[in-house]
């Protein structure tokens, strides 16, 4: 979750203070969350996933395990 995390925010251009403050959160601790120092709970995964969402318009993630992933090859 935290690569994920990470990877998103980096593809997308938006800083950890972006984040950190739609969900309530110090930087430093959103930091901690993304560098694996501090856990970051499914909650706040769904919540910063929710964040992206509601950012970017064309953005949506999957929860479901079952689906299967399509390959781009």
């Known amino acids: ?11 997308f251009y ?21 560098q694996g120092t501090k856990i970051m709970r499914d909650e706040d995964f769904k919540a910063i996933i929710h964040f992206y969402e509601m950012k970017k318009g064309s953005y949506s993630f999957c ?5 299967e992933r399509k390959r781009m090859d």
């Open 1 to 11: 979750m935290r690569a994920y995390s990470k990877w998103i925010r980096d593809a």
């Open 14 to 34: 938006i800083g950890q203070s972006e984040i950190a403050t739609s969900l309530g959160i110090s930087i430093g601790t959103y930091s901690k969350m993304e």
């Open 63 to 67: 929860f479901d395990e079952k689906k």
